[in-house]
Each structure stands twice: as C-alpha cells, then as structure tokens.
C-alpha cells in the first residue's frame, strides 16, 4: 500500500474544514437567535473558559470527523484525494481508536505547535503523532495505472491498408492532371519519331489521332 504524504493529508484535511466551517455557519445562526431571545444560556462558561455554545460547536466538529472516519474511512476532504484511514493490519477501525485518534490525538498535535502533523512530512509510513497514538494508517485508496502514450496506441488494432489511387488508362496525363493523353514529349523522342516516320506524333493526345482504317495499313504493307 502507498502511504499518502504530508501535504495531500494537508489539503484534504483543510477541504474537511471549510465544509465544517461552512455548515457551523448555520449552527451559529440559531445560536444566536436563541441566546437572543432566551437569555445567557449559551453564554454562561460551563467548563472553564468554555461556554455552552462553544462546547456544541465543538463536538459538532468532532462528529463530523469521528462517524465518517469510522463508518466510510474517509472525509469528502480525503475523498476528493482518494485517502483512506486504515488500522496498522488494515483491519477495521474501532470506535475507541477513532475517537482517541480524532480528539485527543489531534489536541496534542495542535498543542506541539503543528509539530504532530509535520511528522507526517519525515515518518516512513507518514504517520502525524495521532496516527501513531491510535496505529492508523493513511493510505491511498486506489492506485491510478497511468498508461503511456505510445502503449495506448499499441492496444488498439491496426488500421487496414490503405489502397493506392488506380492508374489512369491511357498513360501519363498530360501535366499531371486527369487522363486522355501522353505529356509533352522529350527532344530525343520527338527526333526519333522523326527519324522512322512512323506512328501518330508524341505530342499528340490519343483522343485526337485520326481513325486509321484497314487500307492505310495494307498500303502500307
């Protein structure tokens, strides 16, 4: 199997982010028109610093990573780059690992700094540190066979021969072009067409050499 790298997992993780932030967006919105017409409620700090609606926004985000990890092994964002989250032995991928690997295992990542998910850029198998916590893998999940221009053309059948254009009846046509008569004849043959006298002139086309009749050979016999 072919480890996927640092930068793909990157863009696909950052496509899987805009989507939740664009499907937040309307999370706040109703948020907002509770809390502004029922009170504090989601702005009373429930854990720490936390409030109620951030701790809703929260595991929305986890959710989403979580149940589509574990029930596709993979995000639309991973999808669109054809990545998979498999388990070390590529066997499926418990619900504990996942939720480790997509809460805990992605909050020390970001609390080095990035430096968990840039260990994906030098690990042999590009494992970030939530991969190695949980023994997930992250994989392309189909390799594209490339096939070479000239092995392409090779796979198709070869095309018939192509048949010479038919010669045309009466010899060479008169400049090239269609047939009913000889060219133009060379100086020596024009001479020797003198010399013996005998046969229709060679610059005269065959359509009009006279009609010679059965006499004019005896007479000449």
Same mark, same amino acid.
């Given at each position: 199997?072919?480890?996927?790298?640092?930068?793909?997992?990157?863009?696909?993780?950052?496509?899987?982010?805009?989507?939740?932030?664009?499907?937040?967006?309307?999370?706040?919105?109703?948020?907002?028109?509770?809390?502004?017409?029922?009170?504090?409620?989601?702005?009373?700090?429930?854990?720490?610093?936390?409030?109620?609606?951030?701790?809703?926004?929260?595991?929305?985000?986890?959710?989403?990573?979580?149940?589509?990890?574990?029930?596709?092994?993979?995000?639309?964002? =991973?999808?669109?780059?054809?990545?998979?989250?498999?388990?070390?032995?590529?066997?499926?991928?418990?619900?504990?690992?996942?939720?480790?690997?997509?809460?805990?295992?992605?909050?020390?990542?970001?609390?080095?700094?990035?430096?968990?998910?840039?260990?994906?850029?030098?690990?042999?198998?590009?494992?970030?540190?939530?991969?190695?916590?949980?023994?997930?893998?992250?994989?392309?999940? =189909? =390799?594209?066979?490339?096939?070479?221009?000239?092995?392409?053309?090779?796979?198709?059948?070869?095309?018939?021969?192509?048949?010479?254009?038919?010669?045309?009846?009466?010899?060479?046509?008169?400049?090239?072009?269609?047939?009913?008569?000889?060219?133009?004849?060379?100086?020596?043959?024009?001479?020797?067409?003198?010399?013996?006298? =005998?046969?229709?002139?060679?610059?005269?086309?065959?359509?009009?050499?006279?009609?010679?009749?059965?006499?004019?050979?005896?007479?000449?016999?």
């Amino acid at each position: 199997m072919e480890y996927a790298g640092f930068w793909a997992r990157l863009a696909a993780y950052m496509i899987d982010l805009g989507i939740v932030w664009i499907g937040l967006l309307f999370v706040k919105l109703v948020i907002n028109i509770v809390s502004f017409a029922g009170g504090d409620l989601f702005r009373s700090r429930l854990l720490f610093h936390y409030t109620l609606r951030d701790i809703i926004l929260y595991l929305l985000q986890v959710a989403y990573f979580i149940l589509l990890t574990y029930y596709t092994e993979t995000t639309p964002g =991973k999808r669109l780059l054809n990545l998979r989250v498999v388990s070390e032995d590529r066997g499926k991928l418990s619900f504990v690992n996942v939720v480790y690997r997509e809460t805990v295992g992605r909050f020390l990542c970001g609390l080095s700094i990035g430096i968990g998910y840039i260990m994906a850029g030098v690990d042999r198998e590009k494992r970030g540190l939530h991969d190695m916590l949980c023994d997930t893998r992250v994989i392309y999940a =189909k =390799k594209i066979k490339v096939i070479p221009k000239y092995q392409a053309l090779a796979s198709y059948p070869p095309l018939p021969p192509v048949p010479p254009p038919p010669a045309p009846p009466y010899g060479r046509p008169p400049g090239g072009n269609g047939p009913g008569g000889f060219a133009p004849a060379s100086p020596n043959e024009r001479a020797s067409a003198d010399m013996f006298g =005998k046969g229709p002139s060679l610059n005269t086309p065959l359509s009009q050499e006279p009609n010679r009749g059965e006499a004019d050979y005896d007479g000449e016999r």
